[in-house]
């Protein structure tokens, strides 16, 4: 961690606040307005916390914080390494030179697995064998959140059958000076070794690690497959293995150089503790539900340790550039294991890392798209991701505004998209059922013969679509803003801000607006409530993406004739009791309280890290619905 903060400081991405800021609610404030600067601002070190700890923040919010942290200059020279890697150990033999010749790679990857010391660690310098989590500066990060929490653990695990271990990053809330939550959701792999210790009637012996070398938080958030060790990949891209030492008080292995461990236990026998809630990384709140108890048993810490925090809400965040990370590291694999046709992945900010996708393929037959498809909604993490788009190669996925106009181009509603029913990311708030629902794929690719339609042939002229937005509003009184800047650029979108008031209303609102001279031509409808502000498309896209269950929610309008589009239709607006008949409590956006805004507004002088930031909170103000993390 030392030699990070020290990396950063010297490249200009880091900056020192001497005075003493409060864990609780000022850090985070503070945090949030310079994460979401241009490239993710600088890191922030909190010298003066009130603790024997600073808190180190926003370390991996840049790319280039990133790939300091990963020891590479570009996130494709670690996909083109496991490639070459790949090819090389599994491509045809044909003499015993060329099997000699693996011979270094199949060394070097051994060097690579973590490794187990005897002695004590530098973790282990200070041990608290009376274990108190007070002496921690740990975060309470906005005001509706439900108390204290860890947020940047890497939560080690062992199946109790294989020894595999597992690393994982699951938030803790703070309940007693020794307990916490642990919140593993019911697909983590740390909720499985949960239930097999549960099976067998154990304890399950449970270690925290903070801070260290980067790579291993880092490691902690990776997508892996299941009994795939962390700590392996944390090996391969430092090129050197994680030493490990034997916990405390617990019958588990830590990193050696971690700066915190926390070690404890799982009692699966014991009641779980309602937990949260908790602003989360879709930027909206998490509810408090109910998950198991963490008992401290240890804590233990280097002698100049620092404490690691994370803040997550509305994107782009922190957690937005680790994303970035991952998408880059991980689309080697899926080529190289399971779709060859891949050419390139993104994972848009706006969509919290489920909600949408965008991947180009190198397309050879009909139907290949929805074979793409079915394959990641297959795959690990993927299995999530609620709106899936899949492109040609030659399209650049990462340019936004050419993605939309391709998108308009070769997507016909009717015939190009298909959904479908699985598992969701507990987070998602928008589903009927918990952590159950629909997904939607979108073929935006060129069409073969076998796939094409007479709406496919069409040709529109979107730049001279008259859309009269006056009258429309005054003739549907519920509609309060159109935005049609886009089909100037050849985009066939449209947003919409509505009242929403009856049963059923963006049904049969699109029904009527397709009707009308300008908006017969457009494809794509998306509505949501006013105020969002349908002129800001990333906001507006975060929202609807937030608030969709796609099958649900997505209302496919067929053309009328060989002459017409088809339409589709998203309702991307909070579902209600009374008009959607949706039964489930509705969260509301993560924002900071004013007290703290203006706490953090009179202060910013004194932290002397650089010209005043506004407030993000301050331009979501109009989106809060209650006092509360619930929206009654």
């Known amino acids: 961690m030392q030699k990070f903060i020290k990396k950063t400081e010297e490249a200009g991405e880091l900056v020192r606040i001497k005075v003493n800021v409060d864990p609780v609610l000022e850090m985070s404030e503070i945090v949030d307005r310079m994460s979401k600067e241009k490239g993710g601002g600088k890191a922030i070190l909190f010298e003066n916390t009130g603790t024997d700890f600073p808190v180190l923040m926003n370390a991996l919010g840049s790319e280039k914080r990133m790939q300091i942290a990963l020891g590479v200059n570009d996130f494709n020279e670690i996909g083109k390494e496991i490639e070459t890697l790949f090819k090389n150990l599994t491509g045809p033999k044909k003499n015993i030179v060329d099997k000699l010749k693996i011979l270094p790679e199949l060394a070097a990857l051994s060097s690579y697995m973590p490794k187990q ?3 004590k660690g530098k973790s282990q310098e200070v041990i608290h064998q009376d274990p108190d989590l007070s002496i921690l500066p740990i975060l309470k990060t906005w005001s509706r959140d439900g108390g204290r929490f860890i947020t940047f653990p890497q939560v080690i695990t062992k199946d109790p059958d294989t020894g595999i271990r597992n690393v994982g990053m699951y938030r803790m809330q703070i309940f007693e000076k020794n307990l916490t939550g642990m919140h593993w959701h019911k697909h983590k792999v740390g909720a499985r070794h949960f239930n097999e210790y549960k099976r067998l009637g154990k304890k399950m012996p449970v270690a925290v690690a903070l801070g260290g070398d980067p790579v291993l938080t880092y ?4 997508p892996l497959p299941d009994n795939i060790d962390e700590y392996m990949l944390a090996g391969f891209l430092r090129k050197q293995k994680v030493k490990l030492v034997k916990a405390i008080t617990q019958e588990i292995e830590v990193p050696a150089e971690a700066d ?6 799982v009692d699966p026998q014991e009641d779980f503790i309602w937990e949260g809630p908790f602003g989360d990384h879709t930027g909206f709140f998490s509810l408090a539900d109910w998950y198991p108890k963490f008992h401290v048993t240890c804590i233990t810490h280097r002698k100049d340790a620092v404490y690691p925090a994370t803040v997550v809400g509305i994107p782009p965040m922190e957690d937005a550039y680790i994303a970035k990370a991952t998408e880059r ?3 080697a694999p899926i080529k190289l294991t399971m779709l060859p046709e891949m050419a390139n992945m993104n994972i848009p900010d706006a969509g919290v890392a489920h909600n949408l996708t965008l991947v ?3 397309k050879t037959f009909a139907g290949q798209a929805q074979k793409v498809m079915s394959s990641l909604w297959g795959a690990g993490q993927m299995m999530f991701n609620k709106i899936l788009t899949v492109f040609d190669s030659e399209v650049t996925i990462d340019n936004y505004e050419s993605v939309a106009r391709i998108f308009s181009k070769y997507v016909a509603p009717e015939h190009d998209i298909v959904f479908i029913k699985g598992p969701l990311d507990v987070l998602d708030h928008s589903s009927s059922k918990f952590a159950f629902g629909s997904k939607m794929g979108i073929d935006a690719t060129k069409k073969y013969k076998e796939e094409i339609s007479n709406e496919h042939s069409l040709k529109l002229d979107l730049k001279a679509v008259k859309i ?8 549907y009184s519920e509609i309060k803003e159109i935005n049609t800047t886009l089909l100037k650029k050849d985009i066939s979108f449209i947003f919409i801000s509505i009242i929403k008031t009856k049963k059923q209303h963006i049904k049969l609102l699109s029904e009527q607006l397709i009707k009308e001279q300008g908006i017969n031509k457009v494809k794509f409808l998306i509505f949501v409530d006013h105020p969002v502000d349908v002129f800001d498309i990333e906001q507006t896209t975060w929202i609807f993406a937030n608030n969709i269950e796609p099958l649900r929610d997505c209302t496919i309008i067929k053309a009328k004739n060989e002459a017409e589009v088809s339409h589709l239709a998203i309702d991307g607006t909070r579902k209600r009791a009374d008009i959607d008949n949706f039964k489930r409590d ?4 993560v924002t900071s309280d004013e007290e703290t805004i203006k706490l953090v507004d009179n202060r910013w002088d004194e932290y002397g890290i650089g010209k005043f930031i506004k ?3 301050e331009k979501y103000k109009p989106l809060i619905l209650s006092n509360t993390a619930i929206v009654e």
């Open 117 to 119: 010391i005897s002695g």
């Open 219 to 222: 490691a902690a958030t990776a």
């Open 260 to 265: 915190i461990i926390i070690e404890g236990y």
């Open 329 to 331: 590291i991980f689309l």
């Open 360 to 362: 180009s393929i190198n």
């Open 468 to 475: 009269n937005v006056q009258k429309l509003k005054e003739k």
């Open 586 to 589: 509705w969260p509301d956006i």
């Open 615 to 617: 407030s993000p909170s």
